[in-house]
């Protein structure tokens, strides 16, 4: 194995000992489908003015569709939400079934049963190496759950999050 491999791997470890929920990014594609994409890299960047980022593989396939558009949604995913959190995960079909999903005021992609949802407006993209940072400034935040437990991702899998109650 090479020193890079290794270093790699290493890294992944490490970065695999961050502890982080999960969300899905919507965007609506050139021919106007609803399409999700897996995260964990979300993070809130600030609260005046309004700001979240991302980071977007450049290898995925949905690279295009998400640079092309002008804005997306980022939809914090609840515990019972592995099933859709895979399928976007997986290369392939990324579309939404309609059932899934309501409009934000914008027509923004709203996952039905999300944790919390946002509705950005595009405000900068970053070159970072092989990925893309996305930096979005929020027009619509809703947390919508406040009960059930969020999804959870660490060590390259869903964990269970060890409430106190
Ligand atoms: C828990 C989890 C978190 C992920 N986080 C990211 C991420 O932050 N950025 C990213 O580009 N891909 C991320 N991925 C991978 C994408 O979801 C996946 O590579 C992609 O959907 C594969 O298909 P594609 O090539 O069609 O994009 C994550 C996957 C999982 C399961």
């Not at 000992?17 to 965007?27: K, P, Q, S």
């Not at 106007?32 to 005046?48: C, E, P, R, Y």
């Not at 990324?94 to 409009?103: G, I, M, P």
Request: proline share 2%; aromatic share 10%; glycine share 8%.
């Amino acid at each position: 194995m090479s020193s890079e491999m290794l270093q790699q791997n290493a890294l992944r470890k490490a970065f695999g000992n961050f502890g982080t929920g999960v969300a899905l990014i919507g965007v609506h594609d050139v021919d106007g489908h609803a399409v999700g994409l897996t995260i964990n890299s979300f993070a809130s960047v600030s609260l005046q003015p309004a700001l979240l980022s991302w980071c977007l593989a450049k290898d995925s396939q949905l690279f295009d569709a998400i640079t092309q558009a002008d804005r997306f949604s980022v939809n914090i995913l609840a515990a019972d939400q592995t099933d859709l959190s895979n399928r976007m995960a997986m290369p392939g079909d990324h579309r939404f079934a309609a059932d899934e999903w309501a409009a934000s005021a914008s027509g923004g992609i709203f996952v039905n049963a999300a944790l919390a949802k946002f509705d950005c407006r595009l405000h900068q993209t970053v070159e970072a190496g092989d990925h893309v940072v996305f930096l979005g400034a929020i027009e619509e935040a809703w947390a919508c759950d406040q009960s059930r437990a969020p999804l959870v991702y660490f060590r390259g899998g869903y964990r269970q999050l060890l409430g106190d109650d």
